[in-house]
């Protein structure tokens, strides 16, 4: 069962004060969604989360599969039930979107826009790809040819050979490659500032999925995008993200640079995930298991949420919630210990 609702969660840390070229800003973000025991209690999937992400940036958002991560993007997006986001703020370019009356549908959907693992699920089945985008581009009112023509360069641009030709194509004609590429059209076609790639290339076999990054990230400079990428892979994150963000248990663990983070970790936890992948982990032998199951959000052990798993956790973690806190300049750990991980 999850916990009651506070009016802030403890390990949101400080909000960072606005930096200069912020986009977005998220701080102590909560999110709660009806239990499945069936009890009607409420389960607190994503608890006190804060991180910037500065315009043109590329953050990446890490954690083991029931952190929170999806959730965090779907409320950015604002595509949660209504009443999920029971805590903290959105603020993007200065404006609190969790306040009522923000301009919600201007920013979601057009300056922001998402990506998904599975483009089936983003994609209608029963309008060709050049609609869909179409329909986006359409609604600045646009003439017809001139819609069409941005259509097809927006595919090209996607990747997509032959656009003219597949833009009659239904989602469900086309190879799961191509069904990303067209996803990626959808969502630049609002021209977006900010782009939510969620596990963008997860489904994909290894060599589409290097290209289709190669193909973020060009688009991504070219067009000045901010982007948050969710993603299993340390791998990829170390490669394309800016600054990086590590999820344990519905929480920010720790966050900061990217290749300075998972090269010298200040949480255990983050020392663990890049311990347990051979190529970034950089002191050990052997890549080594992360011990243990995953806590989860429904039960989530008391005081620092990772402690049954931690080898440095004493007395205090079990009774004291770690507070986020900035442990070297731009780098934030929600551990007692960071120093100590930081000097190993
Ligand atoms: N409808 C729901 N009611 C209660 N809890 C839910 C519901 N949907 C998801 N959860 C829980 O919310 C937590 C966070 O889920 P989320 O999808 O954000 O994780 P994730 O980090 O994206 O994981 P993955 O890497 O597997 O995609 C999970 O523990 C999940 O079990
Ligand atoms: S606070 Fe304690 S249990 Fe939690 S990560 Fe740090 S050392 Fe481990
Ligand atoms: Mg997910």
Request: proline letters at 8%; charged letters at 25%; a positive charge.
């Amino acid at each position: 069962m999850g916990e009651r609702v506070t009016a802030r969660s403890h390990d949101a840390g400080p909000a960072s004060p606005e930096p200069d070229g912020s986009l977005l800003r998220i701080g102590g973000l909560v999110v709660e969604l009806p239990a499945q025991d069936g009890a009607g209690g409420t389960v607190r999937v994503v608890d006190g989360v804060s991180f910037d992400v500065p315009a043109g940036s590329t953050v990446g958002l890490i954690g083991e599969s029931g952190s929170g991560k999806t959730m965090t993007a779907l409320a950015v997006i604002g595509l949660l039930p209504e009443g999920a986001v029971t805590g903290g703020e959105l603020v993007w370019r200065g404006e609190d979107l969790l306040r009522p009356g923000a301009d919600r549908r201007r920013v979601r959907g057009h300056e922001i826009s998402m990506i998904f693992q599975d483009p089936l699920a983003a994609l209608n089945p029963s309008l060709t790809i050049g609609r869909q985008v179409g329909e986006i581009l359409r609604r600045d009112g646009r003439p017809r040819a001139e819609v069409r023509r941005a259509v097809i360069d927006l595919l090209d641009r996607a990747g997509v050979p032959d656009p003219a030709g597949r833009m009659r194509s239904y989602p469900h004609e086309l190879s799961g490659g191509l069904r990303q590429r067209a996803m990626i059209a959808l969502a630049l076609a609002g021209d977006p500032s900010l782009l939510l790639a969620d596990e963008p290339t997860t489904a994909l076999d290894v060599t589409v999925q290097a290209r289709i990054l190669r193909l973020l990230r060009s688009i991504q400079q070219e067009r000045g995008l901010a982007m948050l990428l969710v993603s299993h892979d340390l791998r990829v994150v170390a490669h394309v993200a800016d600054q990086v963000v590590v999820m344990y248990a519905g929480r920010v663990a720790e966050r900061g640079p990217a290749s300075e983070t998972l090269r010298r970790p200040a949480h255990p936890y983050t020392r663990a995930l890049v311990a347990s992948v051979p190529a970034v982990r950089t002191r050990t032998a052997l890549a080594a298991p992360l011990p243990g199951a995953p806590a989860t959000p429904a039960n989530r052990p008391a005081a620092c949420a990772f402690h049954p798993r931690c080898p440095l956790a004493r007395d205090r973690c079990r009774v004291e919630a770690p507070v986020a806190r900035e442990v070297e300049p731009g780098r934030w750990s929600a551990c007692h210990f960071a120093e100590e991980v930081l000097d190993r």
